[in-house]
């Protein structure tokens, strides 16, 4: 369609198209779409649109295109960034894929299941469960989260270490495009050299370059043996040594390496009912560690146990406990869902989502606790997180009884002495939330101008008119 159509005729249009369950317009059934889990931000929509199929998407898609309306996609709106909030001025509309959340298909021979944008992560899993497969995606907002929000945010999570990120779990996509046209990119190959790889554009896109309606993804044999331990040291360093030792003791078993501090402990000891310190003495630092085979006869406790007889006496382990069934490895991860959650009891949080290389992860959170401990006496460093994968989420709890809003007015300084360490690390900013609204502005200081540039000209060349969830990743350009 082209030439331009007034906004009240497009969005009567649009109405006609995704039918009475597919349109909220009142004040009170808008609100949750219109801000996020953090509150950061709060926006405002025309509509709320809900379409059910991928016709209903790409028709909203080409009225908004005539009528120059700004889209919003959202799927869980559990992201972190403030990716999925629309902006304040009301113009746009939000596109939520919630209705879409149909499993296609699903091939246990070639190991991929094909399923629309709107299927909530923890939906996915059962489903390959189901068909006596793995979908690996794992993380704590999965049962809420969405696929497209999952593909848009390149999502990562605890299994990274073995599966790989949402990138990599990725065979194919069907996107709608900003001008309203389908995409249908549903390949199952494994293997596809023919030109430019164009899925991952819109994988880590956070909205900007189109719709995602639908995805094939992976599947790998589900695991039969699983055994999770949690072990207290007295450095990060050798939190560090351990990792190393674990992936050459037990290869691609390991398939979560997490780091918690003592101070994410006790967060969750003090605010999670039934989280309690599983070992008999406080420690500094604690790992939590994962390892899996898709064998019965896999061998892998043996193994562990080993691991931590040697760790110990190399002096790298002071205590540890090996869960001995099912319902102990859970409360062992209700410990790392408990902090997170903690902090959140704990004052304000000024966050970073960072990665470094992982051989200088103990030093970037050594110099960095030193670097804000300077800065402020008593703030509260809790770095934690995929350490496996060099991602550490180095959140700062505001001093004990400290005003939180004076705390949190220091929000950009913080940032950027962390951020600035990490680019010292050859790090990123944004190890797996992505930029969003929150490191839109921070992004220009770490990304070299070439990479900006070239960002900004596949910005243009997909959406020209800058519809596609405006002012998130990039600045909008300058009125001309
Ligand atoms: P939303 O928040 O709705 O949207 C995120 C972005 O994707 C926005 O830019 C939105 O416009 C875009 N989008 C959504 N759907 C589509 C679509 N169909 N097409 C195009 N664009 C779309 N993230 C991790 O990576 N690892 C973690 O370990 C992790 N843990 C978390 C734990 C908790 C408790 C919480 C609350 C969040 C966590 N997150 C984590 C962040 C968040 O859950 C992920 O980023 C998730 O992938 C977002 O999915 P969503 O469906 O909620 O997306
Ligand atoms: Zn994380």
Redesign the pocket.
């Known amino acids: 369609m082209t030439g331009s159509m007034g906004v009240a005729e497009a969005l009567e249009r649009i109405k006609a198209i995704v039918g009475p369950k597919g349109v909220i317009a009142d004040a009170a059934g808008m609100a949750p779409f219109l801000e996020e889990?953090r509150r950061l931000y709060h926006g405002a929509a025309r509509l709320v649109l809900r379409p059910a199929s991928t016709e209903e998407v790409a028709g909203v898609v080409r009225l908004c295109a005539a009528a120059r309306i700004p889209i919003?996609?959202?799927?869980?709106?559990?992201?972190?960034v403030g990716?999925?909030v629309p902006p304040e001025d009301g113009g746009a509309v939000v596109l939520s894929?919630g209705r879409m959340n149909r499993v296609r298909a699903i091939d246990p021979v070639d190991f991929t299941i094909t399923v629309e944008?709107g299927c909530v992560l923890a939906d996915v899993q059962r489903a390959a469960e189901a068909a006596d497969r793995l979908f690996p995606l794992s993380?704590?907002?999965e049962g809420s989260?969405?696929i497209?929000?999952?593909l848009?945010?390149n999502?990562?999570?605890?299994a990274v270490l073995r599966y790989g990120t949402m990138r990599d779990l990725t065979l194919g996509l069907e996107v709608v495009l900003p001008d309203g046209q389908v995409w249908d990119g549903l390949r199952a190959l494994r293997k596809d050299n023919t030109g430019y790889d164009l899925k991952h554009l819109f994988i880590g896109g956070?909205?900007t370059l189109g719709?995602?309606t639908a995805a094939t993804l992976k599947l790998f044999p589900r695991p039969r043996e699983v055994e999770t331990a949690f072990l207290g040291l007295a450095r990060v360093e050798d939190a560090m040594a351990l990792f190393a030792r674990a992936r050459k003791a037990s290869g691609d078993q390991l398939t979560a390496f997490e780091l918690i501090p003592r101070l994410g402990l006790e967060m969750a000891m003090r605010h999670t009912p039934g989280v309690s310190d599983p070992l008999a003495a406080p420690a500094r630092w604690y790992t939590l560690l994962e390892v899996s085979s898709s064998q019965t006869e896999g061998g892998l406790r043996s193994a562990l146990e080993a691991l931590l007889t040697e760790a110990m006496a190399a002096g790298l382990v002071e205590d540890g406990v090996i869960a001995a069934s099912g319902e102990q490895q859970n409360a062992l991860w209700r410990i790392r869902e408990g902090m997170?959650e903690g902090q959140k009891h704990e004052g304000g949080s000024i966050k970073h989502d960072v990665s470094v290389p992982v051989s200088k992860v103990a030093e970037f959170i050594l110099q960095a606790s030193a670097a804000v401990e300077a800065k402020l006496p008593g703030i509260r460093p809790l770095a934690f997180g995929h350490v496996g994968d060099g991602n550490i989420h180095f959140n700062l709890s505001q001093p004990k009884g400290a005003d939180t809003r004076v705390f949190l007015a220091r929000w950009a300084e913080f940032n950027h002495l962390v951020h600035d360490l990490v680019q010292r690390f050859g790090g990123s900013i944004s190890a797996?939330?992505?930029i969003?609204r929150l490191k839109r502005d921070e992004l220009p200081r770490y990304k070299s101008a070439i990479e900006l540039e070239l960002m900004r000209r596949v910005k243009r060349a997909l959406d020209p008119e800058g519809l596609m969830?405006p002012g998130?990743v990039l600045a909008p350009p300058p009125a001309s």
């Open positions: 889990e919003v996609p959202q799927g869980g709106n559990t992201g972190l990716a999925a894929l944008a993380l704590g907002a989260c969405q497209g929000g999952n848009s945010t999502a990562g999570g605890i956070e909205g719709i995602i997170v797996e939330h992505g969003g969830n998130k």
